[in-house]
Antibody, heavy 118, light 106 residues
Framework: EVQVLESGGGLVQPGGSLRLSCVASGFTVRSSAMNWVRQAPGKGLEWVSSISNSDGSTYYADSVKGRFTISRDNFKNTVYLQMNSLRAEDTAVYYC???????????WGQGTLVTVSS | SYELTQPLSVSVALGQTARITCGGNNIRSKNVHWYQQKPGQAPVLVMYRDSNRPSGIPERFSGSNSGNTATLTISRAQGGDEADYYCQVWDTSTAVFGGGTKLTVL
């Protein structure tokens, strides 16, 4: 069964850092394009970042570029999102999702809540 | 950057047909995917590449894409269809979501 499980969320002060983890089962992260999508409270979905399955290229939304870094550990079958210089507007549930061959987000975790507040 | 526009809300009477639109510049040139999200849950894919249903999605769900508008149609709407619906496309290597539409079944 394909599953992704996010962790690492929590309360952090503005300007602080946090690292989210996404452990995959039922597939290998090195063979999948993995993405992070977030949802601020009461708001819509916002794509954050992706890491390519082919060459490991990374992509970011303009809102997080230069502050967030996506990476993966093939041995641990885990994808990470390192978030630095956090702002109040980064407060959201962060979902890890696998982009399938049809370029759809096929599998989603239940999300991890990040709250940026003093 | 590419933008997708959805109505904030759509209401439909029980058993009737709901149509949720997603507007974008020449959107017909893109593959549009649709996700359903119920409160407290992760999104679920309900339509891919404009008009294809994943396994497990009822035939009542259909999709189309023409000109500057893609449409998700839900026939014989049921209470269980109440949810937020998001359209999504790829713009080069970035994913773009519409703002979401809240579907209410009356």
């Amino acid at each position: 069964e394909v599953q992704v499980l996010e962790s690492g969320g929590g309360l952090v002060q503005p300007g602080g850092s946090l690292r989210l983890s996404c452990v995959a089962s039922g597939f290998t992260v090195r063979s999948s394009a993995m993405n992070w999508v977030r949802q601020a409270p009461g708001k819509g979905l916002e794509w954050v970042s992706s890491i390519s399955n082919s060459d490991g290229s990374t992509y970011y939304a303009d809102s997080v570029k230069g502050r967030f870094t996506i990476s993966r550990d093939n041995f641990k079958n885990t994808v990470y999102l390192q978030m630095n210089s956090l702002r109040a507007e980064d407060t959201a549930v962060y979902y890890c999702t696998e982009r399938g061959a049809g370029y759809t987000f096929d599998y989603w975790g239940q999300g991890t809540l990040v709250t940026v507040s003093s | 950057s590419y933008e997708l526009t959805q109505p904030l809300s759509v209401s439909v009477a029980l058993g009737q047909t709901a149509r949720i639109t997603c507007g974008g510049n020449n959107i017909r040139s893109k593959n549009v995917h649709w996700y359903q999200q119920k409160p407290g849950q992760a999104p679920v894919l309900v339509m891919y590449r404009d008009s294809n249903r994943p396994s497990g999605i009822p035939e009542r769900f259909s999709g189309s894409n023409s000109g500057n508008t893609a449409t998700l149609t839900i026939s014989r709407a049921q209470g269980g269809d109440e949810a937020d619906y998001y359209c999504q496309v790829w713009d080069t290597s970035t994913a773009v979501f519409g703002g979401g539409t809240k579907l209410t079944v009356l």
